[in-house]
């Protein structure tokens, strides 16, 4: 796993899971954390417990959602910790021992840590929910349970890069129409008419549009780094059936 040590503070506790350490196998190999993948469930079970495990934590401290690419933030409380399932993209909590989970493999997730208020977020940010409002709802989420913005911090975890993010001629009007400072995150592709998109870059500016000075990146893309990353993309690429998702995770010790 990997851990941004600037973000890394008494209290609270953050891993980015490489694919690495795990029990899957084929195109899974070996962390798959996944349960909306078509990965044996016990086997993506069992690797969700050896992920906790590393943290020292038992499996049942993971809490993860149902991933729409929508805006829905979710904070869970006493009330709701037992709940089977939450739908959305965003999860908050106050509640030690929760390690709220996100599950990637090319959008973007992103660590919220409040370690003045004791409040913690948990965002999954692909282009649709960056531009949609995710981080602005895990960040209001976390203010509404007392976090203060500027004692919040964030951490950028692995994600496909400016050099492998490859979109379409029609993909950059979204953001042009939402802000044409956007402009700035499209690079010439060498194929005619298409851009090659800067994800972790517009996230932070986003984040920092809400209020928040320190925005940190653990700059790993997920497409070119094939030993440590599972990748939509890369699997697209390889005409593979499906694919594993990375889990990256908070928790407030």
Not at 50 to 74: N, W, Y
Not at 228 to 253: K, M, P, Q, W
Request: proline share 4%.
């Amino acid at each position: 796993m990997f851990q941004i040590e600037q973000f890394s503070g008494a209290g609270i506790k953050h891993a980015f899971f490489t694919r690495q350490g795990g029990m899957s196998s084929g195109m899974y190999q070996s962390l798959n954390c996944g349960t909306g993948s078509k990965d044996n469930k016990e086997t993506v079970l069992n690797n969700r417990a050896k992920a906790m495990a590393a943290l020292s934590l038992p499996s049942g401290a993971l809490v993860t959602c149902h991933q729409t690419h929508s805006s829905e933030a979710i904070t869970i409380t006493n009330e709701n910790r037992n709940q089977s399932i939450y739908v959305g993209d965003g999860l908050i909590t106050n509640i030690p021992k929760v390690a709220l989970g996100i599950l990637t493999a090319d959008c973007s997730p992103v660590l919220f840590a409040d370690r003045k208020n004791n409040i913690i977020g948990a965002a999954h940010a692909g282009w649709k929910g960056a531009i949609g409002g995710i981080l602005e709802s895990t960040v209001s989420g976390m203010m509404q349970q007392g976090a203060q913005i500027d004692e919040i911090s964030c951490a950028i975890g692995p994600t496909i890069g400016p050099l492998s993010y490859e979109v379409g001629p029609e993909f950059p009007k979204t953001f042009l129409d939402s802000d044409p400072g956007n402009v700035k995150y499209f690079k010439p592709s060498k194929q005619k008419n298409h851009f090659m998109f800067d994800l972790p870059s517009f996230i932070e500016s986003r984040l920092s549009k809400i209020g928040i000075e320190k925005i940190l990146q653990l700059e790993r893309d997920t497409y070119q780094d094939t030993k440590n990353f599972y990748s939509y993309r890369r699997s697209c690429h390889n005409a593979e059936e499906d694919y594993g998702r990375l889990l990256s995770t908070i928790v407030i010790l």
